[in-house]
């Protein structure tokens, strides 16, 4: 008779066991799940894929590497300096929500304006365009080879009229969509542009500093588990 007890108790304990573990890693997946958003605007990347190595140029000679994305989060805008309306719009508008976002020793926040129109923006003009905006705010640029590629892993894109390049007023379409890189240089998210009632395809940036603080605790809470 003991001995069946025995085999009865060792097999409730494993079952206890067993479902002690699926409940620990029940309560890490919902860590994990999307957080509920009212922003259609925002798409989450669920896989994170890790950007592909790139180096870009920036003021004083620095290289903006992956290295540079690191314990921080990122926001990239694509645009360039010559833009007449989406691209000053839209890092003004960064600007005013700037101090919204987080910017502790946890959650740092980056935002790194890429210009596609390396022919007229050169890395120190490039810098007193952004820093005109805000003095935290990175200008980043390289060679069509090295950003189209970049730009297009990013779902977003890019065209420059060949034939208007010798004209000093040439215009560039881009993408004004706004996306969020992870402190593990990671693609972690997009923020869709829609057009306003100007005309002007814009960001909600209030949307958007609402669900990055949603993203950025998410984050860190997973990691924490």
């Not at 003095?135 to 060949?162: A, C, D, M, R």
Request: hydrophobic fraction near 40%.
């Amino acid at each position: 008779m003991k001995p069946l007890i025995i085999v009865f108790t060792c097999i409730m304990m494993g079952f206890c066991l067993l479902f002690g573990v699926l409940q620990a890693s029940a309560l890490n997946t919902s860590s994990r799940l999307p957080f509920v958003t009212d922003n259609k605007a925002l798409v989450l990347n669920q896989s994170h894929p890790v950007l592909p190595d790139f180096a870009f140029q920036k003021a004083g000679k620095v290289a903006f590497t992956n290295a540079s994305l690191k314990g921080k989060w990122t926001l990239f805008f694509v645009g360039y300096t010559f833009c007449p309306d989406v691209c000053p719009t839209t890092l003004a508008n960064l600007d005013r929500v700037y101090p919204l976002l987080p910017n502790d020793p946890d959650n740092t926040t980056q935002v790194v304006f890429v210009s596609v129109d390396p022919n007229r923006d050169k890395a120190e003009q490039l810098a007193d365009y952004v820093n005109y905006f805000n003095p935290n705010f990175i200008g980043v640029t390289g060679t069509h080879k090295q950003l189209w590629p970049f730009v297009t892993q990013l779902g977003l894109i890019y065209s420059i009229v060949e034939e208007s390049e010798q004209d000093q007023y040439y215009l560039v379409d881009h993408s004004a969509s706004i996306v969020l890189i992870n402190p593990e240089g990671e693609f972690h998210a997009t923020f869709k542009s829609v057009r306003n009632e100007q005309g002007i395809n814009q960001v909600d940036m209030d949307l958007m500093v609402e669900d990055i603080k949603k993203i950025q605790a998410s984050y860190q809470q997973g990691k924490t588990i």
